[in-house]
């Protein structure tokens, strides 16, 4: 397995190292990551065998290691699976390799593909078909035939009422409620008849039904206890030399079991590589090649954090032991910093909230805005945030100081009458001047914070664009969002259906700066409570 231990070039001659572990979730490539990461996209490039697969796009990493005489090496390792196969000389093998054909996962696997063909074929059976359409075409006729017979007796039913209405004697009155007692017996005789007929195609249609249910129920069983036999097999270690599978790793998670494809990211397979092998880790990085999946924003060659779903709690074991960097969001750097005022009145305040500062108050203890209102606001009442700001994002904020005026502030909102502005540097020089985008949002599932562009299951959100100017390489842009989706202007810029140019600084879709320039930087309302036009302007100081 030595052949995946690779040396750095010269230019790593000199380059300090560093003095603690990447934080994963959020990070800056130590230039000894850069460097090898550069020889393992030198090394794909050259794989000319891999190119179509690779241009469909795929998640490396590398691992920066000292080994125990002190010599300085990087590992390097690939997502799931490449080419077929989870073993490549390059690259680190897999924790569990998954894919061995003698192995049981490749064994119960035909098994389940198996049941999947049998399905498939029971599904597609003509003899199914027919049935399946002769008992929606029963099912049609039936309820028509009884509604007709339904109508027949209601219509002859006011008949007999008319008739007795006129007056008639006693014989014709006993001659009405046998008629009356004759029809109410054919209509039960006519709803027997015609469940009959259902239930001679339903005794059919079930044996096939019964069947496909069976396979089913069995499939799911087999697929669950192959998923826990495999999440047995993963044995992961961390620094301390401690093992847990991958149920124990999860177990105390809000998950309870490992979703699929847990433990085959890079760097739980870069850091189990290590620590069987007496390598030190150093520094870590993760970088997208080929093209941007059609939901996600990933760009070719750009450095990402590891995802939080499959991995965070497999990095939380695996790690501990290391020093790691301290996560930045952490970082309480606004405590002591003043919060600018910008407008306040008896019912209304607006903040102009610094880049790194948290609306209101998350799971960490950091300072929010929220928190300082209270302070400042002692008597207020109600919820107090009309809207939020992502953390990174800087501007404007509004409160409401009681709670009628906020549920007003919050409708003016929910109703497009509050008019936002928005101002940004974009990562390269935008083609248009301005325009209008359309991109539906929702949560990444297994990636959360981050948003994702979906036409099935994401929310319509719409954002006006106006570019100021473009100079160096760059592009001052103002956003008008006429919706309020998570993340909608950082997506609609970095998406390839949106602008296709990343905020300065937005590391979760483009690339990591001291900051993320993004502003909330003017209001536009009528006032909730005097009725009076209010404008309030903030332009962020970089964009000046």
Known sequence: MMHCIHLLNSKADGIPLPSAFTYPFHYNPHPLVTLAAEEVQSYLSSRTDWAEELSKGKMF?????????????????FSGNLAGSNMHEYFVPPIYDLLRPEGFFRIEETKISAINRRIESLEKDANYLRLRNEYIEWQTSASCRLSDARKHLKEEKARRDRLRDKGIDEAEKMALVRESQFQKAEYKRLERKIKSE????????NMYEAAISNLKRERKSRSSDLQ???????????????????????KNTSQRMPPAGAGE?????????????????????EFWWGMSPKEEIRRHGHFYPSCKEKCQPILNHMLAGLKVEKNPLQEDVHRHSPLGIIYEDEWIIVVNKPSGMLSVPGKDGLDSVLERLRTHCPDATGPLIVHRLDMA???????????????KLQSLFATRNIRKRYTAILEGELDTDEGRIELPICPNPSDRPRQMASIEHGKPSITIYKVRKKEAGKTWVDFYPLTGRTH??????????????????????????????????SLAFVHPVTGKNVCIVQEADFYL
């Open 228 to 250: 826990l036999k495999l999440f047995s097999r993963f044995r992961i270690l961390n620094a301390q030399g401690e093992v847990k599978d991958l149920c124990e790793i999860f």
């Open 265 to 285: 990211c890079a760097l739980p397979k870069l850091l189990q590589f290590a620590y069987l092998h007496d390598l030190h880790p150093l520094a870590f990085g």
């Open 393 to 407: 994002t800087s501007g404007l904020l509004l409160a409401a100081k009681d709670k009628e005026t906020h549920r």
């Open 61 to 77: 990493g590398v691992l920066i290691v000292q080994n125990t005489q002190g010599d300085i090496r990087f590992l390097a390792a």
């Open 488 to 521: 909608q202007l950082r997506v609609h810029a970095a998406h390839p259906l949106g602008l296709n140019h990343p905020i300065v600084g937005d590391e979760l879709y483009g690339h990591k700066a001291d900051r993320m320039y993004l502003h909330a930087a």
């Open 198 to 205: 259902g239930e001679t195609i339903k005794t059919a249609l």
